[in-house]
């Protein structure tokens, strides 16, 4: 597989519209914005399209690792902030006011944090802290977990948090077209239609899943000299075997009278509003 990035199509207009709500939040002084983005399902896309905003925008980006403290979550801001500058800060104060002045020096840029379900509450408050002071607004790449978290909040902190967020953004499963352009742009053979259509089946809406199945048809294709692969070489050479199409039964008559009297009015409901009228 090739190591390009591409721009998916179901996830772009996404990506676009929380780039543009967080880039309206700017402000110099007052509390910040947050825009959630969270996936529907592992291995989404996420982490690639908040890389490819905060390049696209030259805005800062993080990735919070599972080892995150107050001071690590600090200077790893302050290192995203001041490109080269290294964060080693004796105090948390002294790094915190450094990424304050920074932000404002630089006109609030929107703060781009992913793997946010590493956070504790803590760590969060202390963002919006940094948010609050700067006025840069913050965009959380995160999971349905921590979206719920900041949704149903459930401590004083997080209600401070949930009431800065102005935009709830899901990412969409990948697409049949998502799983095209996979394959026509980073795949190195030729991948047939009805190929790609299997694989996406089995593979679901992550995108890992996906470029693995991709990589797995790739060796396959080189090892029996194929310049191009559909789905007959694929299930030959694999050994594999089409499941076949459940088909649902035939409605019986108690369904389909169910059906045709769906959306009329209980009898006793409609003597009820012809007693009320007539009176």
Same mark, same amino acid.
């Given at each position: 597989?090739?190591?390009?990035?591409?721009? @998916?199509?179901?996830?772009?207009?996404?990506?676009?519209?929380?780039?543009?709500?967080?880039?309206?939040?700017?402000?110099?002084?007052?509390?910040?914005?947050?825009?959630?983005? !969270?996936?529907? %399902?592992?291995?989404?896309?996420?982490?690639?399209?908040?890389?490819?905003? /905060?390049?696209?925008?030259?805005?800062?980006?993080?990735?919070?690792?599972?080892?995150?403290?107050?001071?690590?979550?600090?200077?790893?801001?302050?290192?995203?902030?001041?490109?080269? +500058?290294?964060?080693?800060?004796? *105090?948390?104060?002294?790094?915190?006011?450094?990424?304050?002045?920074?932000?404002?020096?630089? +006109?609030?840029?929107? @703060?781009?944090?992913?793997?946010?379900?590493?956070?504790?509450?803590?760590?969060?408050? %202390?963002?919006?802290?940094?948010?609050?002071?700067?006025?840069?607004?913050?965009?959380?790449?995160? =999971?349905?977990?921590?979206?719920?978290?900041?949704?149903?909040?459930?401590?004083? !902190?997080?209600?401070?948090?949930?009431?800065?967020?102005? /935009?709830?953004?899901? @990412?969409?499963?990948?697409?049949?077209?998502?799983?095209?352009?996979?394959?026509?742009?980073?795949?190195?053979?030729?991948?047939?239609?009805?190929?790609? +259509?299997?694989?996406?089946?089995?593979?679901?809406?992550?995108?890992?899943?996906?470029?693995?199945?991709?990589?797995?048809?790739?060796?396959?294709?080189?090892?029996?000299?194929?310049?191009?692969?559909?789905?007959?070489?694929?299930?030959? @050479?694999?050994?594999? =075997?089409? *499941?076949?199409?459940?088909?649902?039964?035939?409605?019986?008559?108690?369904?389909?009278?169910?059906?045709?009297?769906?959306?009329?009015?209980?009898?006793?409901?409609?003597?009820?509003? +012809?007693?009320?009228?007539?009176?």
């Amino acid at each position: 597989m090739k190591s390009d990035t591409v721009v @998916l199509y179901s996830a772009a207009p996404v990506m676009a519209k929380a780039a543009k709500r967080a880039d309206a939040s700017r402000r110099q002084n007052g509390s910040c914005e947050i825009v959630l983005v !969270s996936s529907l %399902v592992s291995g989404c896309g996420v982490t690639t399209f908040g890389r490819q905003i /905060a390049t696209l925008h030259d805005w800062p980006f993080i990735s919070c690792n599972c080892e995150m403290t107050v001071r690590a979550l600090l200077n790893l801001l302050y290192e995203a902030i001041v490109r080269g +500058g290294v964060g080693n800060f004796y *105090q948390n104060f002294e790094c915190f006011n450094a990424i304050v002045r920074e932000l404002r020096d630089l +006109g609030a840029p929107p @703060l781009i944090i992913d793997d946010c379900f590493r956070l504790s509450p803590r760590l969060i408050d %202390v963002l919006r802290d940094c948010g609050d002071a700067s006025g840069a607004p913050l965009i959380f790449l995160c =999971t349905r977990e921590l979206r719920h978290t900041l949704v149903a909040p459930k401590s004083c !902190s997080m209600e401070a948090v949930t009431s800065r967020v102005v /935009a709830d953004i899901e @990412l969409p499963k990948l697409s049949i077209r998502d799983a095209q352009l996979f394959a026509s742009e980073l795949a190195e053979v030729e991948i047939d239609a009805r190929l790609i +259509g299997h694989i996406f089946k089995t593979a679901g809406g992550s995108a890992r899943s996906l470029l693995r199945a991709y990589t797995q048809v790739e060796e396959v294709a080189a090892a029996a000299g194929l310049d191009r692969i559909g789905l007959a070489e694929w299930l030959s @050479l694999t050994g594999q =075997t089409l *499941q076949p199409e459940r088909i649902a039964p035939p409605a019986t008559k108690t369904i389909a009278k169910a059906a045709s009297d769906e959306g009329k009015e209980p009898i006793n409901q409609a003597a009820i509003k +012809g007693a009320v009228k007539a009176a």
